[in-house]
């Protein structure tokens, strides 16, 4: 009853699947979108779709009765740390609640690089330089953004410093990737099946004890060790796989 289930999305395809998603108990949905100019969104994201494609799958998402969308931006120097600015433009008055996240190295496909992170600190100044702002408490326990507020209250604002200042000691986060597997960490190599016990088991306490043993054997804490760890051999998940 009080498990929180959110889903995080390139957005496209949410026009066919929101209300069904809807329907069947999402609690928040999350969209991505690293920028609000097309071609810098698309060199950033990689994508064929345009941002068109993601603005259309937010307004499938409000439609369908999720009451405010979180839209995530990773900023990367030189590709689009331009887009701050624009992108809190455009959502402002929206209702949605706009995150800005710090270049991060998962997986091993998105080139990370040291020098492409622009930490929270400069992200907050760029905003600050055209809007003031004030600083929001957390919304729950495992918050993971520092929350801002513009001062003529119309709009929200997280922050997201993984890298500069991790919060692995309130991480309250494990993964469900579209493949059925339960990860207890954005960076861990390998996830648990579920989807097996889901479709096998006739008991519904299964799938309980199995999170309760996965969850409490924990002990990820991976940004906070990050650089003990960045040259372990086993390939930690893509970002594209495990969401946000
Ligand atoms: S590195 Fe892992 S444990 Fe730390 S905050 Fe990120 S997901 Fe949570």
């Given at each position: 009853?009080?498990?929180?289930?959110?889903?995080?999305?390139?957005?496209?395809?949410?026009?066919?699947?929101?209300?069904?998603?809807?329907?069947?108990?999402?609690?928040?949905?999350?969209?991505?979108?690293?920028?609000?100019?097309?071609?810098?969104?698309?060199?950033?994201?990689?994508?064929p779709f345009?941002?068109?494609?993601?603005?259309?799958?937010?307004?499938?998402?409000?439609?369908?009765?999720?009451?405010?969308?979180?839209?995530?931006?990773?900023?990367?120097?030189?590709?689009?740390?331009?887009?701050?600015?624009?992108?809190?433009?455009?959502?402002?008055?929206?209702?949605?609640?706009?995150?800005?996240?710090?270049?991060?190295d998962v997986?091993?496909?998105?080139?990370?690089?040291?020098?492409?992170?622009?930490?929270?600190?400069?992200?907050?100044?760029?905003?600050?330089?055209?809007?003031?702002?004030?600083?929001?408490?957390?919304?729950?326990?495992?918050e993971v953004?520092?929350?801002?507020?513009?001062?003529?209250?119309?709009?929200?604002?997280?922050?997201?410093?993984?890298?500069?200042?991790?919060?692995?000691?309130?991480?309250?986060?494990?993964?469900?990737?579209?493949?059925?597997?339960?990860?207890?960490?954005?960076?861990?190599?390998?996830?648990?099946?579920?989807?097996?016990?889901?479709?096998?088991?006739?008991?519904?306490?299964?799938?309980?004890?199995?999170?309760?043993?996965?969850?409490?054997?924990?002990?990820?804490?991976?940004?906070?060790?990050?650089?003990?760890?960045?040259?372990?051999?086993?390939?930690?998940?893509?970002?594209?796989?495990?969401?946000?």
């Open positions: 009853g009080d498990l929180d289930l959110a889903m995080t999305t390139n957005g496209v395809l949410l026009g066919r699947h929101a209300a069904a998603l809807r329907a069947a108990g999402l609690d928040r949905m999350t969209v991505s979108l690293d920028g609000i100019d097309d071609a810098t969104f698309r060199r950033a994201s990689d994508s345009g941002v068109s494609a993601v603005l259309d799958g937010i307004d499938a998402a409000v439609e369908a009765g999720f009451p405010r969308v979180k839209v995530n931006a990773v900023v990367r120097r030189g590709i689009n740390e331009d887009q701050v600015v624009p992108l809190v433009e455009h959502f402002r008055g929206s209702g949605h609640v706009l995150r800005f996240i710090e270049f991060m997986g091993s496909t998105n080139g990370w690089t040291g020098s492409e992170v622009v930490p929270a600190a400069e992200i907050r100044a760029a905003i600050e330089a055209r809007w003031p702002v004030e600083e929001l408490p957390p919304s729950r326990h495992g953004a520092q929350r801002l507020r513009l001062r003529d209250g119309s709009a929200e604002v997280g922050l997201i410093s993984s890298m500069s200042s991790p919060f692995c000691d309130t991480c309250t986060r494990a993964r469900l990737t579209a493949d059925g597997r339960v990860h207890t960490c954005l960076f861990s190599s390998t996830g648990t099946d579920v989807r097996g016990l889901l479709r096998g088991s006739r008991r519904p306490g299964d799938l309980h004890t199995l999170l309760r043993r996965v969850w409490g054997g924990r002990d990820d804490r991976y940004s906070e060790v990050r650089s003990a760890l960045t040259r372990r051999a086993d390939a930690p998940v893509e970002m594209s796989y495990i969401g946000g």
